[in-house]
């Protein structure tokens, strides 16, 4: 069993830049999908970005493409998710998923369907 641990989120003004971090430890996948997932408050799930073990394959929502990047370190088990130039509706509960890859779809579904999910870190931003 795969276990994931956030970190990293706070509270901080527009403009600003945090980085969020997730672990993971357990039992997990050499090829793998990562990815973090955000909720606000009376608002669905919404994927945010994605990344495969190679990290050749990325995915981004539109609403923050060009402001933050995903990436990871293998031997670490951890993604990270850096965040600048943040607006007020970043703020959520950011969620770390890790799954393992399916043939006949892509990351950002895989971990919709199949992933492991952590228990969330809160990103508030302040206009």
């Known amino acids: 069993q795969v276990r994931l641990v956030e970190s990293g989120g706070g509270s901080v003004q527009a403009g600003r830049s945090l980085r969020l971090s997730c672990a993971a430890s357990?039992?997990?996948?050499?090829?793998?999908?990562m990815g973090w997932f955000r909720q606000a408050p009376g608002k669905d799930r919404e994927g945010v970005a994605t990344i495969s073990t190679g990290g050749d394959s990325t995915y981004y929502a539109d609403s923050v493409k060009g402001r933050f990047t995903i990436s990871q370190d293998n031997a670490k088990n951890t993604v990270y998710l850096l965040m600048d130039n943040l607006k007020s509706e970043d703020s959520a509960i950011y969620f770390c998923?890790?799954?393992?890859?399916?043939?006949?779809?892509?990351?950002?579904?895989?971990?919709?369907?199949?992933?492991?999910w952590g228990q969330g870190t809160q990103v508030a931003v302040s206009s």
């Open positions: 998923a890790i799954t393992r890859p399916r043939s006949d779809t892509g990351c950002l579904d895989s971990l919709v369907r199949f992933g492991a």
């Open positions: 357990g039992y997990i996948y050499v090829n793998r999908c």
